[in-house]
């Protein structure tokens, strides 16, 4: 991953792109920073026994949307509304 990247402005670019009464808009406040799990996807929840019973990683939905400098980024929605992780095409 290139040195200029930044997290926080991918996360503004989310909150500025969702609707004003999404649940996830709300929750990216509180957001913590994560890491990366490969060259293209940067997690925020641990996906340890994903959509198992008592898992932190419960799948809801996507979400996708195109970014002016990072173009088609896909949001992994989990079931409390929070931001599971953020995958980057373009660096696939």
Same mark, same amino acid.
């Given at each position: 991953? *290139?040195? /200029?990247? @930044?997290?926080?402005?991918?996360? @503004?670019?989310?909150?500025?792109? +969702? !609707? =004003? /009464?999404?649940?996830? $808009?709300?929750?990216?406040?509180?957001?913590?920073?994560? =890491? #990366? /799990?490969? $060259?293209? %996807? %940067?997690?925020?929840?641990?996906?340890?026994?994903?959509?198992? !019973?008592?898992?932190? #990683?419960?799948?809801?939905?996507?979400?996708?949307?195109?970014? !002016? $400098? %990072? =173009?088609?980024?896909?949001? *992994?929605? +989990?079931? @409390? @509304?929070?931001?599971?992780?953020?995958?980057? +095409?373009?660096?696939?």
């Amino acid at each position: 991953m *290139d040195k /200029e990247f @930044d997290i926080q402005e991918i996360i @503004d670019f989310i909150t500025f792109n +969702l !609707p =004003k /009464e999404s649940r996830l $808009k709300t929750n990216l406040n509180t957001i913590k920073f994560g =890491k #990366w /799990e490969s $060259k293209a %996807y %940067y997690k925020f929840v641990d996906s340890t026994d994903a959509n198992k !019973p008592g898992s932190k #990683w419960q799948f809801k939905e996507n979400i996708i949307l195109e970014h !002016p $400098k %990072y =173009k088609t980024i896909v949001l *992994d929605i +989990l079931e @409390d @509304d929070q931001l599971g992780g953020i995958e980057f +095409l373009k660096f696939i």
